[in-house]
């Protein structure tokens, strides 16, 4: 995992009263931030999990740039933008001018002369955000829709959302994140999120080979034996193998990792009775996570998902109020 731009980030993503203005990482990020977070997606769900509407960006133009594929994330941030009335473009990165040599500041500058008064930005390389961030006009806000191997904040925020409502609260949980933490960016955030929250304890587990090193020294208990790891657990992450950043073969076969980390019915009732099964998806079903489970009781997953539009919704808007209370 890359951590160089963690600590700027940090400092850039706030405005001069210590408030939002873009959201690149939950690194850094204060308890009674990422708090008002979900308070604020909170308000935007009703009742029975469907979200409010509400005009907050009416008149501001949303541009969503997708440089890596996505479901979730960039539907979610749509919906999101729409519920608050702004204007959505979804730009498509495969037939704008970067496939012509325009580089991605020239592109930007483009965008912006277009009225964008929000940027959501998905990249492959760890630190794009951050560099976009740097690279905007004062009032232009970004938020990190995961770059590379870096962070995915958003899916974080509605990570502890759907914990929050489903486990009561996130303080004194017991987490287990398993799988590939060495390529992901959903790892990095929760963990961050989680200690600032209050989690009583993170397990990690996952094979030596997709552990990366120096992740003991952030607090977390590190387990390579799921029999271990998940013993007694309030919550159970799974994480997709990321085939697409392996450099080389770090795995034996999909069928031995299931074997061995597949979260399965048998390895469920080793967590608390009523652990919460979370995946932030794309899933692979008999990989990660046996069908039976994912689609069992226990899972949340698809109120994951739900939840996503709410929190993308407290974050637009954080994000433009961050940006105009800096301008005044
Ligand atoms: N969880 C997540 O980021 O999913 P997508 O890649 O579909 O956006």
Not at 222 to 238: H, K, N, P, S, T
Request: charged fraction near 20%; charge should be neutral; hydrophobic fraction near 45%.
């Amino acid at each position: 995992m890359h951590i160089s731009h963690t600590h700027q980030a940090s400092r850039l993503q706030l405005n001069a009263q210590g408030h939002l203005r873009h959201f690149l990482t939950t690194e850094g990020l204060s308890r009674e931030l990422l708090t008002e977070i979900l308070d604020r997606a909170e308000s935007f769900l009703i009742r029975d999990g469907r979200v409010r509407h509400e005009p907050v960006l009416a008149g501001c133009t949303v541009m969503n740039l997708f440089f890596e594929a996505s479901t979730r994330t960039r539907t979610t941030f749509e919906v999101a933008a729409k519920r608050l009335s702004a204007d959505v473009l979804n730009i498509d990165i495969s037939t704008s001018s970067t496939s012509k040599g325009e580089t991605l500041r020239d592109m930007l500058w483009n965008l912006q002369a277009m009225t964008a008064d929000i940027f959501v930005v998905r990249h492959n390389r760890s630190g794009a955000a951050h560099f976009i961030a740097e690279q905007v006009t004062p009032g232009v806000a970004v938020i990190n829709a995961g770059d590379g191997q870096h962070a995915h904040p958003t899916q974080a925020m509605l990570d502890m959302l759907t914990m929050r409502r489903h486990a009561g609260s996130i303080h004194n949980l017991k987490v287990a994140i398993v799988g590939d933490i060495k390529h992901s960016r959903v790892a990095r955030a929760e963990i961050h999120a989680l200690q600032t929250l209050g989690a009583r304890a993170i397990h990690l587990i996952a094979p030596r080979t997709l552990m990366p090193v120096g992740l003991d020294q952030m607090g977390v208990q590190i387990f390579d034996r799921m029999e271990d790891g998940l013993r007694d657990v309030d919550v159970i992450v799974c994480l997709r193998i990321q085939n697409e950043r392996m450099e080389s073969a770090l795995l034996p076969s999909a069928e031995e990792f299931f074997s061995l980390y597949g979260l399965t019915p048998e390895r469920l009732r080793l967590a608390r009775p009523g652990a919460l099964v979370m995946h932030p998806g794309p899933i692979n079903r008999g990989v990660e996570i046996a069908s039976s489970v994912a689609d069992g009781s226990q899972s949340v997953i698809l109120q994951q998902v739900n939840y996503g539009i709410a929190v993308r919704m407290a974050v637009l808007s954080m994000a433009i109020q961050g940006q105009r209370e800096q301008k005044q």
